[in-house]
């Protein structure tokens, strides 16, 4: 697009740790758009995850959206697919995998779950 090509300025560049498996879970106290960025971060491998049901769920996709409820409980849950409270807004998830499962729409996860409002994730 519109973006210039630069060189990286190299006195400013960090080292961090490498990333484990427990830096894919998503914790619900934290805010919805911290939530978004670690699930955006892990895909497309390993992706993020959580437990629904008391199974594994991944997550590939997904975006903030406005919410209030206890964090990790389902607030919403429509054909639009489900909304999970977060420490601060929602948290929608757009593409997901249940363990075991290939990757769906939250729509279609919704159709075959059928996640209800009240229930908790984690």
Do not use: C, H
């Not at 363990?99 to 779950?113: E, P, Q, T, V």
């Amino acid at each position: 697009g519109a973006a210039e090509p630069r060189a990286q300025d190299e006195s400013a560049a960090t080292f961090t740790r490498r990333l484990g498996s427990d830096d894919r879970v998503l914790r619900w106290t934290e805010p919805a758009r911290d939530l978004v960025n670690r699930t955006r971060a892990m895909s497309p491998e390993p992706g993020a995850t959580t437990r629904f049901r008391g199974e594994d769920l991944k997550i590939f996709r997904a975006e903030a959206v406005p919410a209030t409820g206890a964090p990790g409980s389902i607030v919403e849950a429509s054909s639009g697919g489900f909304v999970v409270a977060t420490g601060e807004d929602g948290f929608r998830a757009i593409e997901l995998a249940p363990a075991g499962r290939r990757r769906m729409s939250s729509s279609d996860f919704l159709n075959g779950y059928r996640p209800v409002v009240g229930e908790s994730l984690g």
